[in-house]
């Protein structure tokens, strides 16, 4: 549960921006494109970032699981010298 301390306002944590974005990865599934797959990057902590393995999307996200309910945030798209298989190098 995520209480919002301006208002007490009570939402579950799958119904949050966080648990919805969480629940769509951990089934492996892109939110912005809805293909299935995805690299992972760095993690830290309890997080990874993963990104979608979609060449024409790589939509990032930072994903951790919290109270065991897949959580993320958006991070931006993959990061250029991350190189897709099938892809030339960016240099
Ligand atoms: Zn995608």
Request: proline letters at 4%; hydrophobic letters at 35%.
């Amino acid at each position: 549960m995520v209480v919002d301390l301006a208002t007490g306002a009570e939402t579950p944590l799958a119904e949050t921006e966080a648990g919805i974005l969480g629940k769509s990865l951990a089934k492996n599934t892109c939110p912005d494109c809805g293909r299935n797959g995805f690299y992972v990057g760095p993690s830290g902590d309890a997080s990874t970032n993963i990104y979608c393995a979609n060449s024409d999307c790589k939509a990032a996200f930072n994903f951790a699981y919290v109270f065991g309910e897949g959580h993320a945030e958006r991070v931006g798209k993959a990061l250029d010298r991350y190189k897709y298989p099938g892809e030339d190098a960016h240099e």
